[in-house]
């Protein structure tokens, strides 16, 4: 068996080392252009001339979940794309939503400007029933980041495209009960994946509808939010703060007002990072129950888009 490993921004030899013990009898190498024809590839940002050489592939193993850039090229059809399936991401994304929640809830911005400035002040609990958690995407990392906020007692909402039933979380599904969604919540976390019914589906719009003092924690892609739109709705006073780990452009510009702005915190993509282990073991899993004509999870739909 040929595995090609083509990876953009990725060292490579920690991953051939761990696919090599995997597969002791494979020929596994990091791919250049003119490569022998592979029978498994494991991808990240490859450029289009990688599968229009790689024409014989059986599988195409993305080393994330999502796989926006992956589907914007011509791939080879007989293929079947896999996606990272947790694999270690959703309790980081766990993490990473539970402390923008709670840390906007418990006002620790507020505590720690006030500490800085030399002040002992309290400020009034607030009630946790009037911060109402909405997450938009119910899927891997989803189900996972809904359920997590939800052992700290906030109501928590979600939407996906067909209907779920998830304990602790109140479940609205389709375009029928998106503005449902959206009137139930006040801080909203966006894990869907991005595809074309999904692209800036965070705008002035549907922004408008959630609760006044609303709260934006945007951790999957940057094109699903109308940047503008959220400035907008900050200087309203509509929306009372963002924290955004991922960006139209990334690293993002210099130059972008998400900087400086006093209501935005920001993080450089890392709400979950790809876990070279736990995904070399998936992959090598899965790489095996295909050979083997078993099923295996995280099968890319390329109509669906994710
Ligand atoms: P999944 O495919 O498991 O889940 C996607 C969810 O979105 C599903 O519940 C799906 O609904 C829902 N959905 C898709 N399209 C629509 C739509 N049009 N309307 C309503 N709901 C929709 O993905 P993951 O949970 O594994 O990952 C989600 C995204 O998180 C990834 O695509 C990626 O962009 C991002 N990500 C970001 C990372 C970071 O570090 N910032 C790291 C990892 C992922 P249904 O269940 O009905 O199919
Ligand atoms: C992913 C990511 O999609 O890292 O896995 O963003």
């Not at 139209?248 to 972008?256: A, F, K």
Request: net charge neutral; proline share 7%.
């Amino acid at each position: 068996m040929k595995i090609t490993f083509c990876c953009t921004g990725t060292k490579p030899e920690p991953w051939l080392a761990g696919l090599r013990s995997a597969f002791p009898g494979a020929e596994v190498t990091v791919w250049e252009p003119g490569a022998a024809l592979a029978d498994h590839a494991v991808v990240w940002a490859p450029p289009q001339q990688f599968f229009d050489e790689q024409t014989e592939l059986k599988g195409v193993f993305n080393i994330g979940a999502g796989v926006d850039a992956l589907l914007k090229l011509r791939l080879p059809p007989q293929a079947t794309v896999v996606r990272l399936d947790d694999a270690g991401m959703s309790v980081q994304m766990a993490e990473y939503v539970c402390h923008a929640v709670i840390r906007h809830f418990r006002e620790f911005d507020g505590y720690a400007a006030d500490i800085q400035a030399g002040k002992w002040t309290y400020r009034k609990p607030l009630e946790r029933s009037e911060f109402p958690v909405g997450v938009m995407g119910l899927g891997v990392l989803g189900a996972r980041v809904a359920q997590s906020v939800a052992q700290f007692d906030f109501p928590v909402v979600g939407w996906s495209r067909s209907a779920k039933e998830l304990a602790g979380v109140r479940c609205f599904a389709g375009a029928a009960q998106f503005n449902d969604f959206l009137a139930s919540t006040r801080i909203l976390v966006n894990l869907l994946p991005l595809t074309p019914e999904t692209r800036d589906i965070m705008c002035l719009q549907t922004l408008s509808r959630l609760r006044s003092g609303g709260y934006v924690i945007n951790v999957a892609r940057g094109a699903h939010l109308v940047d503008e739109d959220l400035l907008a709705l900050l200087a309203s006073g509509h929306l009372s703060g963002a924290m955004l780990d991922v960006f139209r452009s990334e690293p993002l510009p210099p130059e972008h007002p998400f900087w400086q702005h006093p209501q935005i915190t920001i993080t450089p993509h890392t709400s979950a990072r790809t876990l070279r282990d736990e995904s070399i073991a998936q992959i090598a899993g899965k790489i095996r129950a295909l050979e083997a004509g078993q099923a295996i999870l995280g099968i890319v739909d390329p109509v669906r888009g994710y």
